[in-house]
């Protein structure tokens, strides 16, 4: 069955650059959407932005000149890159598959990222 | 953005009963071409991730308890639960597909 797992650091000091990687199994990266959302603690959903297989990206404003998806497809795998983090962007961030980029269909468990020195 | 808009916030309905909840867009997400609305219901428990529940305003995915319904189209939906059970206790979200970036309600909660 389809499973997306995130991983990377759990902490991230202010200022410095979250990193994130969402690993597929059970489906190939190619052909699909992959979006990055995230959940601050206690709140509601914001989408990050997507890559499709390509390499074509698609980002939130409100973040774009900070966020940076990329894809490698023979590892089946996408990644997320957010710079100058600050206390804001602690969250739990999750990947989840866009199905032909409507929907999102399967999500990863999702990984917490706490900003702080 | 197009902002969507949830209501109520939090709601309490007693087992086997109806809960109902509510979405708004600030513009239409009918796509003339189709004749679809691109929203899509989630559910989310504590500590998972959301669950799809119902996509293209009505469309149910597959394994999803036919108590649950999506209705509306344009800018006005809902998600019904037809007779709530106690795993149904979670916070729904509804969501835009129909432009970037895409935005979610602001989740209504459903207590018992």
């Known amino acids: 069955q389809v499973q997306l797992q995130e991983s990377g650091p759990g902490l991230v000091k202010p200022s410095e650059t979250l990193s994130l990687t969402c690993t597929a199994s059970?489906?190939?990266?190619?052909?699909?959407?992959w979006s990055w959302i995230r959940q601050p603690p206690g709140k509601g959903l914001e989408w990050i932005g997507y890559?499709?297989?390509?390499?074509?990206?698609n980002y939130n404003p409100s973040l774009k000149s900070r966020v940076t998806i990329s894809v490698d497809t023979s590892k089946n795998q996408v990644s997320l890159k957010l710079n100058s983090v600050t206390a804001a962007d602690t969250a739990v961030y999750y990947c989840?598959?866009?199905?032909?980029?409507?929907?999102?269909?399967?999500w990863g468990q999702g990984t917490l990222v706490t900003v702080s020195s | 953005d197009i902002v969507m808009t949830q209501s109520p916030d939090s709601l309490a309905v007693s087992l086997g009963e109806r809960a109902t909840i509510n979405c708004k867009s600030s513009?239409?997400?009918?796509?003339?071409?189709?004749?679809?609305?691109?929203l899509a219901w989630y559910q989310q428990k504590p500590g998972q991730p959301p669950k799809l529940l119902i996509y293209?305003?009505?469309t149910r995915e597959s394994g999803v308890p036919d108590r649950f319904s999506g209705s509306g189209s344009g800018t006005d939906f809902t998600l019904t639960i037809s007779s709530l059970q106690a795993e149904d206790v979670a916070v729904y979200y509804c969501?835009?597909?129909?432009?970037?970036?895409?935005?979610f309600g602001q989740g209504t909660t459903v207590e018992i």
């Open positions: 989840a598959r866009e199905y032909s980029g409507f929907h999102f269909d399967y």
């Open positions: 059970g489906v190939l990266i190619s052909n699909y959407y």
């Open positions: 890559i499709y297989y390509s390499g074509n990206t």
């Open positions: 513009q239409s997400l009918l796509y003339s071409s189709n004749h679809k609305s691109y």
């Open positions: 293209w305003a009505s």
């Open positions: 969501q835009q597909y129909y432009t970037t970036p895409r935005t």
